[in-house]
T-cell receptor, first 116, second 110 residues
């Protein structure tokens, strides 16, 4: 069964450093998302991406965040200068239809980001 | 008011019990409704979509009441493997983003 993959599974970084989280969505999917989950809290939407541009972003997704689809398979989330409060599990998701109809989003296993 | 609100839990039930989870959502324009399951420190996995007519998948039954903006999930004959956090999820205003509830933890004991 096709699945979303993410690397690395765990990233430890120093405050102020840049990190890039990588995702490979399901191959025939067109809509890509990033969510985060701070320990003990709910899953929160960060950004959605379609046709090589951001379609929607949340208040969390400020200028420190960026997304890119550098090639036909990878989808990345960059945090330019990490803060302690960026420590969380980051989930990538993809779907075939996006907002066009009720659609299932498939989640990757997540990257646990720890900012020291 | 929270966008998606769930019973706080945790629910501790014996094997074989029937358990019900409730959820309310604030955006009346929401079009898609789901129950996801999340095991400890793992990714959310779709359990079932929820339709206006109600739908059933084996031991799981989901109901939607649009007028009350209320979603429910019923699990019959609970198994140990049902132990997880159950997430009520709706699509966000105007698009594909998902809005998650806080989740309700279920622990099924022998």
């Amino acid at each position: 069964e096709p699945e979303v993959t993410q690397t690395p599974s765990h990233q430890v970084t120093q405050m102020g450093q840049e990190v890039i989280l990588r995702c490979v969505p399901i191959s025939n999917h067109l809509y890509f998302y990033w969510y985060r989950q701070i320990l003990g809290q709910k899953v929160e939407f960060l950004v959605s991406f379609y046709n090589n541009e951001i379609s929607e972003k949340s208040e969390i997704f400020d200028d420190q965040f960026s997304v890119e689809r550098p090639d036909g398979s990878n989808f990345t989330l960059k945090i330019r200068s990490t803060k302690l409060e960026d420590s969380a599990m980051y989930f990538c998701a993809s779907s075939a239809l996006g907002a066009l109809s009720p659609d299932t989003q498939y989640f990757g296993p997540g990257t646990r980001l720890t900012v020291l | 008011r929270k966008e998606v609100e769930q019973d706080p839990g945790p629910f501790n039930v014996p094997e074989g019990a029937t358990v019900a989870f409730n959820c309310t959502y604030s955006n009346s324009a929401s079009q898609s409704f789901f129950w996801y399951r999340q095991d400890c420190r793992k990714e959310p996995k779709l359990l079932m979509s929820v339709y206006s007519s109600g739908n059933e998948d084996g031991r799981f039954t989901a109901q939607l009441n649009r007028a009350s903006q209320y979603i429910s999930l019923l699990i019959r004959d609970s198994k140990l493997s049902d132990s997880a956090t159950y997430l009520c999820v709706v699509n966000g205003r105007g698009g594909g983003k998902l809005i998650f509830g806080q989740g309700t933890e279920l622990s099924v004991k022998p």
